[in-house]
């Protein structure tokens, strides 16, 4: 029987034995087992605590190396909050616990109870800033060895706001930019701990690799490996409370050559004691960078340690729909490939949850959907379809219907397109006439600068007499129409419940349908699998 998080019953390792001709096998001994579990204390090192209260989580685990040893019983915690009596008030509010003074004894007498207490520390009334005192932690249990832990407690709190940094507009392809920062301390106290900035790019910005206490990281886009970028910088030195610094140089990067709109995402933070920063795999070189004294006004300050600053690039991306039909040879039914292809030169790209394009679909009169060949996953070549159901509003894909919108994901880079696939079943009137599916500027509100909206909508039809497919000369696709079948959703026609558009209004600058209205559907981002984007952003540093 295992605890919700004892680790027990680990595989033994397996000891290789060197053997040389003409001599005798000889193998180290293995290490001794333990003979009882041990434990191990997960807490902050250090609590910056003010007037208000806040809250702190202590947990711990119990480990056997591999042993088969008796499972820990009566697991104890004890808070040992003396040494902070006149710096601060430690309140637990845990039937676990019993206090007898400052000290707090927590016991866990089933193995079904969490392995953590939460409690309140707030600074003390007529505390002194930078007063100092230290929170004791004890972990034991009967057939368990014990752990301790401690945390620092300081009175006054730093806090870190970063300045607005000016979009930049126009910015020729080649051209090299600057991206200036500030950085504020609005609390009480000065910085002690380790100060880290970062800068997440997505849209195709080439940083220079010149302060060697900055890491850079390259993106992971299999599509387009430079389409993110990543910087993280660490600072030592304190930032007084109330001061204002700056960059000593402004970060310098390259606009890329198929940049269009590059969104930057950049933050501040107090690294915790023990913390590695993270960042990207490859160090600066040159100077380290330091934060000076800030001169002149600048532009403002966001309300918190984050913000973010678009590039927008003197370029274009020419996004185009493309449609074919193919028969399914089920019941009558057909294939519809659709394509958002873009052909550049620029890369497009979302903003955090939102699509950066969107097709329009339209079926026939007399046709309806009845399924979308989606599939669940970052890499997965099929985008996922809404039902529009009018007013600005979207449901999730319902079959029995003949208008969706299908969001592209996170973008499209130059030279590649986004794939749908519907299947459709034509009904007994169905007299031949024709589908459109149109791509349209997204809610992430980027100007595409389409140098071409002819090709912004595609038209096709389903012979239902002939074998083979009968697409328009417009609806050509770079994919085959092979229907495929992996992760389809489908089903009979429901009655959807829509969802108000958290996007906007989307401008149409294509011929087609009216303007579109992109919309989360069933608690998901912002029209389609827009999570996948950000969590493809997140992880642009190696």
Request: proline share 8%; glycine share 12%.
């Amino acid at each position: 029987m295992t605890s919700n998080r004892t680790v027990f019953g680990a595989v033994l390792a397996a000891v290789v034995l060197a053997l040389a001709p003409g001599s005798a096998a000889v193998a180290a001994g293995p290490s001794p087992l333990p003979t009882q579990a041990y434990a191990t204390i997960e807490a902050d090192q250090q609590l910056n605590v003010g007037s208000t209260a806040q809250s702190v989580d202590v947990s711990w685990m119990f480990y056997d190396g591999g042993a088969n040893v008796p499972v820990p019983t009566n697991q104890t915690l004890v808070i040992d909050a003396r040494d902070v009596v006149g710096v601060a008030g430690v309140t637990v509010d845990d039937p676990r616990c019993t206090a007898d003074g400052q000290v707090f004894t927590c016991v866990n007498t089933d193995e079904s109870q969490r392995q953590a207490v939460d409690f309140t520390v707030r600074a003390d009334a007529g505390a002194a800033l930078g007063a100092t005192g230290t929170l004791k932690y004890t972990v034991s249990a009967e057939h368990g060895t014990g752990a301790t832990a401690q945390a620092k407690v300081v009175v006054g709190v730093p806090d870190l706001v970063v300045g607005k940094v000016p979009d930049v507009a126009h910015a020729k392809i080649g051209s090299r930019i600057e991206l200036p920062l500030r950085l504020r301390n609005t609390g009480d106290l000065a910085t002690d701990r380790r100060i880290v900035l970062r800068w997440e790019e997505v849209g195709g910005l080439v940083f220079d690799r010149k302060f060697s206490n900055c890491a850079y990281g390259d993106g992971d886009d299999p599509v387009e490996p430079g389409s993110q970028a990543s910087v993280t910088c660490v600072f030592t030195a304190p930032v007084a409370a109330g001061a204002t610094v700056e960059l000593s140089s402004p970060l310098t990067a390259t606009v890329g050559e198929h940049v269009l709109t590059a969104v930057t995402d950049y933050s501040a933070e107090l690294l915790k004691p023990g913390v590695d920063p993270g960042g990207g795999a490859y160090p600066g070189t040159g100077p380290a960078l330091t934060l000076v004294p800030s001169s002149g006004a600048g532009d403002g300050f966001e309300s918190g340690a984050t913000g973010q600053v678009r590039v927008s690039a003197d370029s274009s991306a020419d996004l185009a729909a493309t449609a074919a039909v193919t028969p399914r040879g089920t019941g009558g039914q057909w294939a519809l490939t659709l394509n958002a292809v873009n052909h550049g030169p620029a890369s497009a790209y979302g903003v955090g949850n939102k699509a950066v394009a969107l097709v329009d679909v339209v079926l026939p009169k007399g046709t309806v959907a009845t399924g979308n060949a989606f599939e669940e996953g970052e890499d997965t070549p099929y985008g996922e379809c809404f039902l529009w159901v009018g007013s600005g509003k979207t449901a999730p894909f319902a079959a029995g219907h003949r208008h969706y919108v299908c969001p592209v994901p996170r973008g499209i880079a130059a030279g590649k397109n986004q794939l749908f696939v519907l299947w459709v079943k034509p009904a007994k009137d169905y007299t031949g006439g024709k589908g459109t599916a149109t791509v349209l500027p997204g809610p992430a509100g980027i100007p595409l600068h389409d140098p071409n909206p002819a090709n912004d909508s595609a038209t096709f039809a389903f012979d239902t007499s002939a074998a083979s497919p009968t697409p328009s000369a417009s609806a050509s696709s770079p994919t085959s129409g092979t229907s495929p079948t992996p992760g389809a959703s489908g089903g009979a026609s429901a009655a959807p419940t829509a969802t108000d558009a958290p996007g906007g209004t989307l401008p149409h600058t294509g011929t087609g349908p009216m303007a579109l209205i992109a919309t989360a559907a069933a608690g998901a981002v912002a029209l389609g699998s827009a999570a996948l984007f950000v969590a493809r952003r997140r992880r642009n540093s190696r």
